[in-house]
């Protein structure tokens, strides 16, 4: 089993960025992306949910982030479209498969892949 982000990378405020969420050696259900500045706890972001697609995002990047996951068959990758980025969205980005995705951010992680640092600076 491996969960695997990619797309992180070093942006200029307003600028975009689509990370990515990738599974392999199982079937991705509901997913939640997180992002942790060093010493504090990661913070929930947005998830989509496996059953019907439903998704949640925290009001803080509600219109800048958008959840979605692929069309193929496989579903099994989810991306994380970042929009407007601001200085203060820097941090490492972890995807993680969830138990529940209903609107509240208490996602329930316990699957994590390993990050993937963004960082908006001029």
């Known amino acids: 089993m491996d969960l695997m982000e990619s797309g992180g990378g070093l942006v200029q405020p307003g600028g975009s960025l689509t990370l990515s969420c990738a599974a392999s050696?199982?079937?991705?259900?509901?997913v939640g992306w997180f992002r942790q500045d060093p010493g504090k706890d990661p913070e929930a972001v947005t998830c989509i949910r496996g059953t019907d697609g439903h998704t949640y995002t925290v009001d803080s990047v509600k219109g800048r982030f958008t959840i979605s996951r692929d069309n193929a068959k496989s579903r099994n990758t989810v991306f994380l479209q970042l929009n407007s980025l601001k200085p203060e969205d820097t941090a490492r980005y972890y995807c993680?498969?969830?138990?529940?995705?209903?609107?509240?951010?208490?996602?329930?992680?316990?699957?994590w892949g390993r990050g993937t640092q963004v960082t908006v600076s001029s």
């Open positions: 050696g199982f079937t991705l259900g509901s």
């Open positions: 993680a498969a969830i138990l529940r995705c209903d609107d509240g951010s208490d996602f329930h992680p316990h699957y």
